[in-house]
């Protein structure tokens, strides 16, 4: 009997894990029996304040013409992501956000007997990319802090090597890399090895932590710069992102990207949003005050966590091999919903993504409640672990 076309794929793309999202709010209110308007959600590092008013209102002028194809070759973005940024049109890929990109990375660059190199507790992403291309995984080692070691990260590239990933700041862990040190490690790479340097979060960094990678294209050919929407600018239902890099590399990217792979509605409020500076201003001060509300709160509930440079904080749940699972399930009983990292090898830990200081309370509050009573139980069960 002939085999079934599942059992022919490639046994890599066979092994690959599905990426698990953060829970939807409509899922945990069925479960739970709670309205929508009662659920938290701070589970997967969205803007708290959705979106510009001006993306809004340039995405229902969009919404007039939805019987067009989108613009396939994102003109109109690509002018205004040139203007904002100073980077000419030339170097700009659009993707179904910055995902797409990074699967592009891989498609164009990784084949079976290719390497990747990306550091533990790194975006999911770059793993799952990687696989499907059947290249080997090179997983780095992280730092004592869960950041990434760039020495060792440049000790293993080799020959083999195809792609090198860096995201700064990094997800889940939130950990920053100063400008210097990423640039002499770009410096150091060979040029048979692109460079992708991930910067979803960019956007949240202190005015002192900033640098501008996009003038590092123009020095270093194989370094490709990812940016997405989703976060700081609030267009995370839209999926639209974009990769900066120097022509030889786009035109490979744009070689195998989707014909139309960015929607009109996205392409017209990516245009806005990237002009609204006083809603950008906004979303950044909203990250900052609540950053400090949580660092406050869990240090006050005696629990460690990893300074973060992103809208999220990486907490230490206790010393039992499940902590992490454990208070996310005990939370999601009151009503918030958070993200468990075990799937990062990091299973004592929670991501929480920094919320509205309303929000930012109703998880402190169900922290209060829960922790007590779990904390007895998560300590003696790491003491028969």
């Known amino acids: 009997m002939m085999d079934s076309p599942s059992a022919l794929a490639p046994?890599?793309?066979?092994?690959?894990?599905?990426?698990?999202?953060?829970?939807?709010?409509?899922?945990i209110a069925r479960e739970f029996g709670f309205q929508e308007s009662e659920i938290v959600k701070l589970a997967s590092n969205e803007n708290p304040l959705g979106m510009s008013p001006k993306a809004r209102e340039a995405m229902m002028v969009a919404a007039a013409d939805l019987g067009r194809y989108p613009d396939g070759n994102g003109f109109d973005l690509k002018a205004a992501i040139s203007k904002r940024f100073s980077v000419p049109d030339?170097?700009?890929?659009?993707?179904?956000?910055?995902?797409?990109?990074?699967?592009?990375?891989?498609?164009?660059?990784?084949?079976?007997?290719?390497?990747s190199v990306y550091s533990?507790?790194?975006?999911a992403v770059y793993a799952l990319a990687t696989q499907?291309?059947?290249?080997?995984?090179?997983?780095?080692?992280?730092?004592?802090?869960?950041?990434?070691?760039?020495?060792?990260?440049?000790?293993?590239?080799?020959?083999?090597?195809?792609?090198?990933?860096?995201a700064n700041p990094n997800n889940p862990t939130g950990t920053f890399i100063a400008a210097k040190e990423i640039e002499a490690f770009i410096a150091d790479i060979p040029h048979h090895v692109l460079v992708?340097?991930?910067?979803?979060?960019?956007?949240?960094?202190?005015?002192?932590?900033?640098?501008?990678?996009?003038?590092?294209?123009?020095?270093?050919?194989?370094?490709?710069?990812?940016?997405?929407?989703?976060?700081?600018?609030?267009?995370?239902g839209l999926?639209?992102?974009?990769?900066?890099?120097?022509?030889?590399i786009t035109d490979l990217l744009n070689r195998i990207r989707q014909p139309f792979n960015v929607n009109s509605l996205a392409q017209a409020a990516a245009c806005a949003a990237l002009f609204d500076q006083d809603f950008l201003a906004q979303s950044q001060r909203v990250n900052r005050e609540g950053m400090v509300q949580l660092e406050r709160a869990m240090t006050a509930l005696g629990l460690s966590f990893i300074p973060s440079w992103g809208?999220?904080?990486?907490?230490?749940?206790?010393?039992?091999?499940?902590?992490?699972?454990q208070v996310f399930k005990a939370l999601l009983?009151?009503?918030?919903?958070?993200?468990?990292?075990?799937?990062?090898?990091?299973?004592?830990?929670?991501?929480?993504?920094?919320?509205?200081?309303?929000?930012?309370e109703r998880f402190i509050a169900a922290m209060e409640q829960v922790m007590p009573a779990l904390r007895s139980g998560l300590n003696a069960a790491a003491g028969r672990s």
Request: charge should be neutral; proline fraction near 5%; aromatic fraction near 10%.
């Open 120 to 123: 533990q507790h790194s975006f």
């Open 311 to 325: 809208n999220f904080l990486l907490v230490k749940m206790g010393s039992a091999p499940d902590a992490g699972m």
């Open 132 to 166: 499907a291309t059947g290249a080997k995984a090179v997983v780095v080692p992280a730092t004592a802090g869960l950041g990434h070691d760039l020495s060792a990260m440049r000790r293993a590239v080799n020959a083999r090597t195809g792609v090198v990933w860096v």
């Open 90 to 115: 030339s170097w700009i890929t659009l993707g179904n956000g910055s995902n797409d990109i990074l699967e592009l990375v891989a498609h164009a660059f990784l084949q079976p007997e290719r390497e």
């Open 239 to 248: 999926r639209i992102g974009f990769g900066i890099s120097q022509p030889a």
């Open 196 to 236: 992708v340097l991930d910067e979803a979060y960019t956007e949240y960094l202190a005015e002192e932590d900033r640098y501008n990678a996009f003038e590092w294209v123009a020095k270093y050919p194989n370094l490709l710069v990812s940016r997405s929407f989703s976060k700081a600018y609030g267009l995370a």
């Open 333 to 360: 009983a009151k009503g918030v919903i958070t993200r468990p990292v075990a799937n990062y090898e990091l299973p004592q830990w929670l991501r929480i993504s920094i919320g509205t200081s309303a929000e930012n």
């Open 11 to 27: 046994e890599y793309v066979r092994g690959i894990a599905p990426y698990q999202g953060g829970r939807p709010i409509s899922e």
